[in-house]
C-alpha cells in the first residue's frame, strides 16, 4: 500500500471544473517552507507535489530536490499536465526523481476536458505530455506509475465510465476518483459503473470515501479518503 502525504507548493486549489466555481488566485511558498514540511513526513512511503500547479512554482527544480535531500522514496507530482508537453519538461521531471504522476482529468473528449478545465487546448497538451513523460521512463528503462485524478462533479458524473475507458487508452495506470461537489442520487450506480469500466480496460480505480460506492465495490474505496492512500498498489511498485 503507497502513502503519498500531499504537500503543498503554495495556496490554492489544483485544476478543478471552472463550471462549479472559478478558481481563485494562486500563491506559492518559498522553498524552505516547503522542504521543512516534506522534512516532518519521513519516513512515509512518499509524498505528492499538490496545490496550486506545481510547474508554475518558480523553484521547482528546487522544491523536488529538497524531496530528495530529505530522502523521500517516491515522489509525485499532481498536474494538469500541461507543462509536461513543453520541450524538457517530460525527461526533465523523470530524472529528477519523480516517478509518479497524479494528472487531473476532466472529461472524456478533448473538447469536454477544456470546457471545464476552461484553458482551451490543455487536454491536448496533457495528453502530449503524458505520453512523452511514459516514452522517456520506457527510453530510461525507469518504472512510473501515472494516476488519472478525476474530481467528480455533477457536470462530468454521467461521463464516468467513459473517462475511464478514455484514461486507458491514454496510457494510464490507475485512476482516483475524489469528491468536488454536491451529487445527485445516481451517482453510485454511475460510480460503480466506473470502477467496472476501469477493471475491463485494466485501469485500477480507486474512490475517495466521500463518495457514494455500493457494498459490492468496496474493494475500490480510499483508505483513509484523503488522496494519499489507495486499497491497491501503483503501477511498477510493491505493497
Known amino acids: 500500500m503507497i502513502d503519498l502525504v500531499p504537500i503543498f507548493v503554495g495556496d490554492g486549489a489544483p485544476a478543478g471544473c471552472v463550471r462549479c466555481g472559478a478558481a481563485g488566485a494562486s500563491t506559492y511558498l518559498p522553498v524552505e517552507t516547503i522542504a521543512a514540511a516534506i522534512a516532518q513526513t519521513v519516513p512515509a512511503d512518499g509524498v505528492v507535489l499538490t496545490g496550486p500547479e506545481p510547474f508554475a512554482h518558480p523553484d521547482l527544480p528546487r522544491v523536488v530536490a529538497a524531496c530528495r ?32 504522476l497524479w494528472v ?33 521512463a520506457e527510453t ?21 465510465p467513459a473517462i475511464m475507458a478514455h484514461c486507458a487508452a491514454q496510457g494510464f495506470h490507475a485512476a482516483r476518483l475524489v469528491a468536488a461537489g454536491a451529487l ?20 485500477w480505480v480507486a474512490v475517495d470515501e466521500s463518495l457514494p460506492l455500493p457494498p459490492s465495490h468496496r474493494l475500490h474505496g480510499e483508505v483513509d479518503g ?14
Do not use: F, W
Request: charged share 20%; with cysteine.
Open 140 to 160: 530510461e528503462r525507469l518504472q512510473v506509475a501515472v494516476t488519472a485524478v478525476v474530481p467528480v462533479c455533477e457536470h462530468d458524473l454521467a461521463e464516468l
Open 184 to 203: 445527485p442520487s445516481s451517482a453510485e450506480t454511475i460510480v460503480a459503473a466506473a470502477c467496472d469500466t476501469g477493471m475491463v480496460n485494466h485501469l
Open 69 to 100: 535531500d530529505a530522502g523521500v522514496s517516491r515522489i509525485a507530482i499532481e498536474t494538469d499536465g500541461g507543462a509536461l508537453s513543453v520541450p524538457g519538461n517530460a525527461h526533465g521531471v523523470l530524472l529528477s526523481g519523480v516517478r509518479h
Open 104 to 136: 487531473r482529468v476532466l472529461g472524456s473528449s478533448d473538447e469536454m476536458h477544456d470546457t471545464l478545465a476552461g484553458k482551451r487546448g490543455i487536454a491536448q497538451a496533457m495528453r502530449a505530455g503524458v505520453a512523452g513523460y511514459l516514452a522517456n
Open 226 to 239: 484523503g488522496p494519499g492512500a489507495s486499497s491497491r498498489p501503483e503501477a511498477g511498485e510493491s505493497s
